[in-house]
């Protein structure tokens, strides 16, 4: 018979969302959420005791099964022969601008980047990284907007406060290799310049 820890790391690897803990509180009918928690450090537990390549991590306020940062090197060999799409490099600016100054209107995102985002925040909404947060006070009432949940699961963080301290440029955040996106490659193009003080990562 399956232990509850052993049924708790099935949940997590047929997970394609971070799981929260009351979720499997609720699945195994725990008494409590902290049971839930006390499970995963259990696997948690059990996983650096085996010298496992898996570990499991907080993100996005949920929990998630995902490999050591030590698999990073094979996994990026993996990453180089699969037909999984990249965000392009007009699309980590905006991203970033978003992540930073969220929320944020197009004229706004514009402004930093020089050029019309049009194309590229609509390409943001498709893959759910961004969403639309309301609309802003202003002459025509452009529409705000804000990371997603997706976004956070992309990038690894648990929140917002995880984003590296932008300190008079903003700062990309590199995509694990744990978290590709996936979907078709972008096809945005820009006719301007890079945006100033936006390091894009590649």
Known sequence: MPTPTDVVEALLFASDTPLEAARIREVLDLPDVAAARGLLEELRARYAAADSPLTIVDVAGGYRMVTRPEIAPWLLRLAKARTRARLSRPALETLAI????QPVSRPE???????NSEAVLENLLERRLIRIAGRKDAPGRPFLYETTREFLVAFGLRDLGDLPKAEGELIVPEIPATAAVDGEAATEQDSGASGAGVPASG
């Open 98 to 101: 978003v992540a930073y100054r």
């Open 109 to 115: 995102v514009d402004a930093i980047r020089g050029v």
